[in-house]
């Protein structure tokens, strides 16, 4: 049998506490073959638009996202083959000329907000986690990171919040829920969800290692 990665997949509302997930999951493995794949490297390229259409892209929606070229890129790694990860820069707001290289690991973690709202996506995961946190814990941290990292106001980011990213999130993230194998309350905390994940996906490869010698 052809050797295969894994594909873990992580979603979850915007502050959710994603990140902090997948990060935990490749840090327990990072001393074997493990990457992470960001959907956020996959917003679409918006070279052509003015700096005003720009400013009105809705981040939070699903046709934000070229997926794609992500499905192309994950496909890519499922066959070992090494791709070009794009860097999206959120000044221009637009795609950037910088390409990141990845060469192709035995585990992928995909993580986004909305990569279990395609089917083709959804399809190409072994394991779908969806981390499920308190709508007020998700806006607080949101403003850290979008007044701390990205250089926005405090008023633009609850207006963006109150007018985008909470409507988008009940509309097209909360719903994708249900396609999740596993749920995680609270994110980076929950230290206990996080180590069953790190245990079934060790189960996992140990698993694929005895079918593929």
Known sequence: ??????????????????????????????????????QDSYYRDQ???????????????????????????????LEYKSIEKPVYDYTAHTRSDKIIPVEPKDV????????????RLRDLMDIKLFVDTDADVRIIRRIVRDTRDRGRTLDSVIEQYTSVVRPMHNQFIEPTKRYADIIIPEGGQNRVAIDLMVTKIQTILEEKAIVEK
């Open 1 to 38: 049998m052809a050797k295969k990665p894994i594909v873990i997949g992580v979603a979850g509302g915007s502050g959710s506490g994603k990140t902090t997930v997948a990060k935990e999951i490749y840090r327990q493995f990072q001393d074997q073959s493990i990457l992470i794949i960001e």
């Open 108 to 119: 992928i973690i995909l993580e986004g907000i909305l990569i279990l709202e395609d089917d």
């Open 47 to 77: 070279a052509e638009k003015t700096m005003e259409e720009r400013y009105q892209t809705n981040y939070d929606h699903p046709l934000a996202f070229d997926n794609e070229l992500l499905i192309g890129h994950i496909g890519s790694l």
